[in-house]
């Protein structure tokens, strides 16, 4: 039975609820499933806790749902590039707990792989490590994280095929396929999808077994959250 919906609003609209968990893949604004996320945002769900490596920037990617005023409590690693975010941090309006970027992408690949909590030496003495049970391993303290498993999963791939095999491109493949398997239910929005079969399973990097439902994304220009260029050789040789 094929996974393919045949828009991000009808792949959502009997899965959100006010006050849930959505796990968000996705860098900056690169490989973040922007349909799915704008569907959110027209949704009105509200009171949502927001687990994302960051938080977009303003207008853009998980921005829309911080400028909504959607989101209760984000989950990350890194928000510096959000100045309503930061606002709203600061006056208390947003509840924020922030992770090492490796511990967040540990703690959703454990809610994926089954495993309740793990040890870790990142912020060990650190406030990161307040109020958490610790342990002695081999002569060095560490501190216990839980794992994430959250309500709904929404991540971008390149290619899938009816059967929800995910294949990423670039550096879309950083938090998304811990991500996909992080979600009760995982809905993954594709640039294309292929018939069941025509992927090399050797490319596959998340199997469909994770994926519940699969939207075509919308042809749309990619934002960059910060374009940084350098002259080429001849360009700067002929302007001396």
Request: glycine share 10%.
């Amino acid at each position: 039975m094929s996974k393919l919906w045949t828009s991000a609003a009808e792949a959502l609209q009997d899965v959100l609820h006010d006050g849930m968990t959505l796990a968000v893949g996705g860098f900056g604004l690169s490989g973040v499933p922007v349909d799915l996320v704008d569907a959110v945002r027209d949704s009105g769900v509200k009171n949502l806790t927001i687990v994302s490596n960051n938080m977009g920037v303003d207008g853009k990617g998980l921005g829309v749902l911080i400028e909504a005023g959607q989101v209760a409590k984000v989950v990350a690693s890194y928000v510096g590039e959000n100045k309503l975010f930061a606002a709203q941090f600061l006056s208390g309006k947003l509840e924020v707990e922030f992770n090492p970027q490796g511990t967040l992408a540990e703690r959703l690949r454990a809610g994926g792989a089954g495993i309740p909590a793990f040890y870790t030496k990142t912020g060990v003495g650190t406030p990161v490590a307040e109020g958490k049970p610790h342990a002695e391993f081999d002569g060095e303290t560490y501190v216990q994280e839980r794992s994430i498993v959250a309500d709904v999963s929404l991540v971008r791939a390149h290619l899938s095929d009816t059967d929800g095999n995910l294949v990423y491109r670039w550096t879309a493949r950083n938090f998304n396929p811990v991500v996909a398997t992080a979600g009760r239910t995982t809905i993954a929005e594709v640039e294309q999808v292929a018939d069941t079969g025509a992927i090399d399973p050797n490319h596959i990097v998340t199997p469909g077994v994770y994926v519940q439902r699969v939207v075509r994304a919308d042809d749309r220009l990619k934002d960059i959250e910060q374009r940084t260029v350098r002259p080429r050789p001849m360009a700067a040789a002929a302007a001396k």
